[in-house]
């Protein structure tokens, strides 16, 4: 592979475009003949081509071929990085176990753990490089991984480098998570504070110092951790200024959403038995609702989380695949705009902005990332489509577009 490096510049100017609608950020309409111009990797015009000054003329020309332009898509809830897989447990669930049976068998993320922790840096990048290929392929230009099966300092160390050296390896703008607060390592079984005081003032401190946290989450549920428990650890990012996030209410309604917006949470996310009261509470601290309907399918969930509600009260809705070797072994964020859609009935224009604008803010990204604007770094994608409805209407096609990610041309 041609390292990201060596990739052919995409400075210039680029044109025969048309833009998706929003993709000039929030409420803009579809540009059917624009032209976006790059220099040093950055956009400096972005408009109708009718409008292109003379002075931004100049330079290598770039021919869009009429495709259809978005924003690069974002994946704002990844656990990336891990070893093994558990395909094992999804034919016990479908003999008949529950995804909390599995757990307290001894199976889910500890099973995952045990698998992390016995695989080298190397291995667990190896591993990683064709999961992030397979996302860039379909437009992804910035993605958050986050740790959580390692839990301890070491390990969790171990998954959080490795996901530095993925986004430095392949170009692309990654935002760590630190989950310690996953669930209960094997060895501190009926040990649940003492544990979480490690996560606090130990392994938190430790790795925000290495520079290696760029928010935490917690999973705040009956088989993770107590609602107690999640402010403890949102304390202690307060005092380290890591923004927080949090796994709520997937399984049960335990009235972390509310504490999440309470210590200004980026986001929450799953939230399929989230109340009224965690949605106004979302609304006013400004919390995105990440949705993520893989994990919905795969556990062949019927909860739907309360896609009316949070549109009526105007909580923006993120899209995301969740990626993870338990409950959503998915590597098609593309696939997930579709079962928003068909799932969840959000609509196209929905979808899109859950995959940029929205998840974009949902990392603290939202200066930067998910709209096509002038200073920012130069991430588009060229897709070879006829309408912004198929971007979310194909099952499984892979519609191999042109993406322009961190100013480099990355696929043609
Ligand atoms: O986002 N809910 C907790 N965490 C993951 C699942 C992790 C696993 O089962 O390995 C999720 O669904
Ligand atoms: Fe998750």
């Known amino acids: 592979m041609t390292p990201f490096a060596q990739l052919p510049s995409a400075d210039g100017v680029w044109t025969d475009l048309r833009l998706a609608p929003e993709a000039l ?21 972005v ?7 003379a002075a931004h003329a ?9 495709a259809l332009v978005t924003p690069g898509l974002i994946d704002c809830h990844t656990h990336l990085v891990y070893g ?12 008949g176990a529950s995804y909390e049976e599995v757990a307290r068998a001894g199976g889910g993320i500890v099973s995952s753990v045990r698998a992390t922790r016995a695989a080298s840096e190397d291995e667990l990048f190896a591993l990683a490089a064709p999961r992030l290929q397979a996302l860039l392929n379909e437009g992804v230009c910035a993605i958050e991984i ?5 839990l301890s300092l070491e390990h969790e160390r171990a998954q959080l480098r490795v996901a530095r050296r993925l986004g430095e390896h392949f170009g692309v703008t990654v935002r760590t998570t630190f989950l310690g607060a996953h669930a209960l390592p094997p060895e501190y079984a009926g ?19 290495e520079g290696l946290i760029d928010a935490v989450d917690v999973f705040c549920e009956t088989i993770g951790f107590s609602l107690a428990e999640t402010e403890q650890v949102f304390r202690a990012a307060q005092r380290l200024s890591l923004p927080v996030k949090l796994h709520a209410e997937q399984l049960s309604d335990m009235g972390g959403s509310a504490l999440a917006a309470r210590y200004g949470a980026l986001s929450c996310d799953h939230i399929e038995h989230l109340s009224d009261a965690g949605i106004a509470a979302m609304k006013q601290a400004g919390t995105v609702a990440v949705l993520l309907p893989g994990a919905y399918y795969f556990l062949r969930d019927t909860h739907l989380p ?23 072994p998915t590597l098609s964020l593309l696939l997930m705009l579709n079962m928003a859609c068909t799932l969840f009935r959000l609509t196209v224009p929905e979808a899109v902005a859950g995959v940029t604008r929205h998840a974009a803010r949902a990392l603290g990204l939202q200066h930067s990332h998910g709209q096509i604007a002038v200073d920012q770094p130069a991430n588009f994608v060229l897709w070879p489509l006829g309408e912004v409805a198929e971007l979310a209407y194909w099952l499984g096609q892979h519609p191999q577009p042109t993406v322009v990610r961190q100013g480099r041309i990355t696929s043609h």
């Not at 624009?34 to 990797?41: E, F, K």
Request: proline share 6%; with cysteine.
């Open 25 to 45: 950020g929030e409420g803009s309409t579809a540009v059917d003949d624009a032209a976006i111009v790059v220099q040093h990797g950055h956009i400096v015009w």
């Open 47 to 53: 408009g109708e081509r009718r409008a292109l000054p």
């Open 58 to 66: 100049q330079g290598p020309q770039h021919a869009g071929h009429g």
């Open 84 to 95: 093994g897989q558990r395909a094992n447990e999804f034919a016990m669930r479908l003999a």
């Open 146 to 150: 986050k740790s959580g099966y390692g």
């Open 191 to 209: 040990r649940s504070q003492a544990y979480i005081d490690t996560v606090c003032h130990e392994m938190m401190p430790a790795l925000a110092a």
């Open 306 to 328: 309360p896609i009316a509600a949070l549109r009526a009260a105007g909580v923006p809705m993120a899209v995301s695949t969740d990626h993870n070797p338990g409950t959503s």
